[in-house]
T-cell receptor, first 114, second 112 residues
């Protein structure tokens, strides 16, 4: 079945440093979504990418979808303590019988030291 | 607007006991799903439903049952709890198709 791998599993940064997490799928995706989960909280939707090569920005966050629609990345510029949490990618498989299934990556736990 | 409501928030079970985790949404979403979250494993899909009366298995369905008699409710049943089912369980809903998922607050389950 579809697998979505996310790296790194953990990332510790000093406040002000940049952060990137990467997501790779074993199959072509129809779209990819990113979620953030604060410690003790539940995942909250950040953004969705649909088009090959798409790049979207939300303030200090930049999201990219690969040309082959099999990989994606989230980059945070100048991290702040409010960025602490776990970032998940989730892929929806293109075509097939896996209708509506979102497959999540393992998540990257981000710690920001002030 | 309550969104997705899960109950209970915390539960301790003894091995072999059964219980039902409740999930309700008030957004008229067609698609509902259950995930479990374990350290280093991300969110793994247990069961999902694309509408009332229609359910299907995810990647880790063993030991769990679901039903979808109404659009609003999607309960998850543990038939005979095992320590391996100790986890945090999340229910999520969305409009069918390529749309964002809304998650409940989660249920932290411990099986002893």
């Amino acid at each position: 079945g579809q697998q979505v791998m996310q790296i790194p599993q953990y990332q510790h940064v000093q406040e002000g440093e940049d952060f990137t997490t990467y997501c790779n799928s074993s199959t072509t995706l129809s779209n990819i979504q990113w979620y953030k989960q604060r410690p003790g909280g539940h995942p909250v939707f950040l953004i969705q990418l649909v088009k090959s090569g798409e790049v979207k920005k939300q303030k200090r966050l930049t999201f990219q979808f690969g040309e082959a629609k099999k990989n994606s990345s989230l980059h945070i510029t100048a991290t702040q303590t409010t960025d602490v949490g776990t970032y998940f990618c989730a892929g929806l498989q293109a075509g097939g019988t896996s209708y509506g299934k979102l497959t999540f990556g393992q998540g990257t736990i981000l710690t920001v030291h002030p | 607007n309550a969104g997705v409501t899960q109950t209970p928030k915390f539960q301790v079970l003894k091995t072999g006991q059964s219980m039902t985790l409740q999930c309700a949404q008030d957004m008229n979403h067609e698609y509902m799903s259950w995930y479990r979250q374990d350290p280093g494993m991300g969110l793994r899909l247990i069961h999902y439903s694309v509408g009332a009366g229609i359910t299907d298995q995810g990647e880790v369905p063993n030991g769990y049952n679901v039903s979808r008699s109404t659009t609003e409710d999607f309960p998850l049943r543990l038939l005979s709890a095992a320590p391996s089912q100790t986890s945090v369980y999340f229910c999520a809903s969305r409009v069918t198709g390529i749309t964002e998922a809304f998650f409940g607050q989660g249920t932290r389950l411990t099986v002893v």
